[in-house]
């Protein structure tokens, strides 16, 4: 069953690796953030991410909209599903 799910999170470390080394992301630390993640039966892939929930719920039903067989939206940070 493929779906799109909205979840949150508080990084308590936050790096970024390039060709030049890793930098870290010491902005990010200790701030709530949010994640929107396509969920499939082969797994699971990160689709969007920041700091705005109004935002997360936009890009969760543009995702879903976008594709074809997303047959629901989970928000587990508002405690359930959708309508």
């Known amino acids: 069953m493929t779906h799109v799910e909205i979840w949150c ?3 308590a470390m936050a790096w970024t690796d ?3 080394g ?3 992301d010491f902005e990010e630390i200790g701030e709530r953030r949010f994640f929107v993640d ?3 039966p082969e797994g699971r892939a990160g689709m969007w991410e920041g700091t705005s929930y109004e935002a997360a ?4 039903y ?3 909209a976008a594709w074809d067989d997303v047959i629901e939206v989970v928000d587990h940070v508002g405690g ?4």
């Not at 359930?80 to 309508?83: A, D, F, Q, S």
């Open 22 to 24: 890793r930098r870290y």
């Open 18 to 20: 390039t060709a030049a």
């Open 38 to 40: 396509l969920i499939e």
């Open 9 to 11: 999170g508080v990084p």
């Open 62 to 64: 543009e995702l879903a």
């Open 57 to 60: 719920i936009l890009e969760a």
């Open 80 to 83: 359930g599903e959708m309508p």
